[in-house]
């Protein structure tokens, strides 16, 4: 977990920004998640009622594969290189596709796109019932 946040940190100190503005799973949760999931992440935000199947529980995840905090399957899940075809259509946003286009022009959007895929995945780890 540390070890992504510090390539985050690194990399937006080296293109010129502040510790201050470097993101937090918890402020991408927010801003990106929480309309659906609920802001403790519940899965009752103020949108799930408008959806065709309601929004998981992201507290637990692991709960649900027995213990295990599948981290890959989940950053593939938020990026969108992964449809889960139980899950039929997917409602969620394809997240790396999006924090692709709000990177546009800015140097290694891919990268830091799916390191802000990681800052989530992190945050719902944190998120997870004992």
């Known amino acids: 977990m540390n070890r992504w946040k ?7 100190l080296a293109s010129g920004c502040s510790e201050r503005s470097a993101p937090s799973g918890a402020a991408m949760y927010q801003r990106y998640c929480a309309s659906c999931h609920g802001s ?14 309601p929004p998981a529980d992201l507290t637990k995840i692991a709960k649900r594969a027995g213990g295990r905090f599948d981290e890959a399957a989940l950053l593939a899940i938020i990026d969108g290189r992964r449809q889960v075809a139980t899950h039929g259509p997917r409602e969620m946003p394809v997240w790396g596709a999006v924090f692709d286009e709000e990177l546009e022009g800015q140097p290694y959007k ?4 799916l390191l802000q895929s990681q800052l989530l995945v992190d945050y719902l780890r944190s998120l997870q019932e004992k």
């Open 40 to 53: 403790a992440g519940k899965g009752d935000g103020p949108v799930a009622s408008s959806l065709q199947r």
């Open 6 to 12: 510090g390539m985050v940190l690194a990399w937006l």
């Open 110 to 113: 891919t990268y830091t796109g």
